[in-house]
């Protein structure tokens, strides 16, 4: 059976809110407040918990390849993924039509990426949505894989990550568009198996290579402030997210591991189950802040965006929640 801990939905709520206060403040603001190394890290975190999970779901099973994609899986996913974007569509498209009634603007975002999970009315951090359809189809297969053959598995995600690089650096259609090179799962590809790596070190007793993990993190650390701060960047990589590629994701996976030790596994306190809380609607408040930032023009009130993005997500979460039971029954 999966364990549970409390510190990984905490940490989803600080990473929830850390996406917010990113599309809030100024590329200068969060220069300045050295925000790559905590805000900006809110994407990476999502992603090596995404590995990190998998590694919780899968560890303890042994299973057969046909035991990967069944109904039951693709049932389950659609519930918990497919449903609430279907949901957050049709709000889009009502929103995007009174907006346009109201204010004469034309917020729409309507052409073929609709349909790789592009939202009728499209704002910051869309593209996340599109990382996460495809992990419905891809982290079964890597979490098999690695379960049976964890090293030849990272060296396979780090290689291809790093290839996909390269390749993505030599074609000029993402220069003139880059959706997909932003939504690119194979982008994230290390911080998944870091992720993987992190279920083993939490979950069993013997963490002696857990100075592994700081040893990488620190490097990772200073390879982001060279970049960030002294123009140090990779060459053949593009150069808009040189702050989230391999180097980088030993960074996010010591601050969850620094995160699984701080914070209690289970706790009745207020403040953590608040925050749990919040990790666990993070998907739904997520969600509404792509619309949200697809909606207002003005999004320099940090205060009113979380305020919005936050309640409103709360809402789309008990909602949806509901209505999945009713369904699921």
Known sequence: MKQHFQQIDILKGLAIIAVLLLHSLSREQLETSYAVFHIWQAVPIFMVLMGMNLGLSYG??????????????FQKKALRIIFPLLIMYGISLVAGYVWEQVYAWNVYTLDWKNLIGVLPVS????????????????????????NRWPVRTTLVLVLTEVAFQLVAYQ?????????????????????IALGLWLSHLITRPDN??????????????VYLY???YQGISLPYFKPEWQAQVFLTFPYAALLIYLGILAFPQQSDFLAFRAMATLGKASYHIFLVQVLYFGLVQDDTNIA????????????????ESYLSKIISK
Do not use: M
């Not at 042994?62 to 069944?70: C, N």
């Not at 009113?304 to 909602?319: D, T």
């Open 123 to 146: 704002g910051k951090g869309n593209y996340f949505i599109t990382l996460l359809l495809q992990s419905l189809f891809v982290l079964p297969l890597i979490g098999y894989t690695f």
């Open 226 to 228: 060279f970049y960030q």
């Open 60 to 73: 303890s099973k042994t299973l057969h390849f046909d035991q990967l994609y069944t109904w039951h899986y």
């Open 304 to 319: 009113l965006n979380l305020a919005i993005c936050l309640a409103a997500g709360f809402v789309f979460y008990w909602s």
């Open 171 to 191: 074609i000029g259609y993402f220069q003139e568009d880059r959706y997909l090179y932003d939504a690119a799962l194979f982008r994230y590809f290390s911080a």
């Open 208 to 221: 002696r290579y857990s100075w592994l993990l700081f040893l990488a993190g620190i490097a990772s650390g």
